[in-house]
């Protein structure tokens, strides 16, 4: 059966872009779909610094767009648009388009990344990249010695604040629930820890700001009917430097669901795409790269690393069909 190119990559993050790169550097014809603008969750990073070999720190969208760059260089094409089923026919992939038609591929890696649950309470959105950040690892040393709020109450929630804890003792933990839902010896450490204060059945429901960045917090208290009764205000404001979100993350998998009569893949219990040590998922000819993937660190270096070993395993898998050695 014909196909438009060999290889295509859904999603232009890291992991996608990296993907392309080493698709088109292998002879393959590689299309890369992209309904926004390449960088995904980079686009947020004022400076990436921990990333080897790039000192001083680049921001995100020059960084995104260097990859992009790479990519086209070595013949990988761009197309901006979505797509909305991956279905496969024989050996090949037909992926239906948001704005229509088809394209096929041999093989297909997905790179559509996961997306933060947010807090959605205003001044998240305004202050997202300025104060408000949703990596420790990535943005935590830019707050040394300050104040520093930290939402959430798991086992991402309870692992960030203690990695920032490393760079200030003034780290607040605000959890809307009683007790924490991460593992019983993370949620011990991070209460025994003299760095986290951690504040139970409370809220952020805004964050504040000044001169372009995070200058406070307002804060609920959840036993607010109790409060209220005795004449207690349940609401207050306190000055933050950071607010650091870890409510969870939502991997974009809906396209290897199965659902419509899509293709379906292997997926864990908090829907991330299962792969072996080839990015291989269980589908034969879908990979997975990157924030879509069950993976233990979740980082820029290892969404690139992902789309660089999928983009070789991808082109063995497509080479074997082709019945040529690899």
Same mark, same amino acid.
């Given at each position: 059966?014909?196909? /438009? &190119? ?95 038609? !088809? ?17 959605? &309470?205003?001044?998240?959105?305004? *202050? ?5 950040? *949703? ?35 003034? &780290? ?5 629930? /009683?007790?924490?839902?991460?593992? !019983? ?19 952020? !429901? ?65 829907? *991330? ?13 879908? =990979? ?17 690393? /992902?789309?660089?070993? +999928?983009?070789?395993?991808?082109? +063995? =898998?497509?080479?074997?069909? !082709?019945?040529?050695? =690899?």
């Amino acid at each position: 059966m014909l196909t /438009d &190119v060999d290889l295509i990559v859904i999603g232009a993050g890291p992991a996608g872009l990296t993907a392309a790169q080493y698709g088109a550097r292998s002879g393959l014809s590689v299309l890369v779909l992209e309904q926004l603008a390449p960088g995904g969750q980079v686009l947020l990073i004022d400076a990436l610094e921990n990333y080897p070999g790039i000192t001083p720190g680049k921001n995100g969208f020059d960084f995104s767009e260097d990859l992009r760059r790479q990519a086209e260089v070595f013949g990988a094409s761009f197309l901006s648009d979505n797509a909305v089923l991956i279905q496969k026919e024989g050996d090949v992939f037909a992926v239906t388009l948001g704005s229509g038609g !088809k394209k096929k591929a041999r093989a297909v890696i997905m790179a559509t990344g996961a997306m933060h649950r947010t807090l959605d &309470v205003p001044g998240e959105k305004t *202050y997202t990249g300025r104060g408000v950040s *949703y990596c420790a690892t990535c943005d935590g040393p830019f707050f040394k010695n300050k104040k520093i709020f930290v939402a959430g109450g798991g086992d991402a929630a309870c692992d960030e604040a203690m990695f920032l804890s490393r760079l200030t003792n003034q &780290v607040i933990l605000v959890h809307r629930r /009683d007790r924490f839902r991460a593992q !019983k010896a993370l949620a011990e450490r991070t209460l025994k820890n003299p760095n986290i204060k951690v504040r139970f059945n409370t809220a952020i !429901k805004e964050i504040k700001g000044e001169g372009g960045k995070v200058s406070s917090v307002v804060l609920e208290s959840k036993l607010s009917a109790e409060s209220s009764a005795s004449g207690g205000n349940p609401v207050s404001e306190e000055s933050a430097d950071g607010v650091f979100i870890f409510t969870g993350m939502v991997p974009q998998t809906a396209l290897v669901s199965g659902a419509g009569g899509g293709i379906k893949a292997d997926l864990d219990e908090t829907g *991330y795409i299962i792969t072996d040590q080839k990015m291989a998922s269980s589908a034969p000819g879908l =990979y997975a790269a990157g924030d879509v993937r069950v993976s233990p660190f979740r980082q820029v270096i290892t969404a690139a690393g /992902d789309g660089a070993i +999928a983009a070789h395993c991808a082109a +063995a =898998y497509i080479e074997a069909l !082709k019945g040529e050695s =690899y």
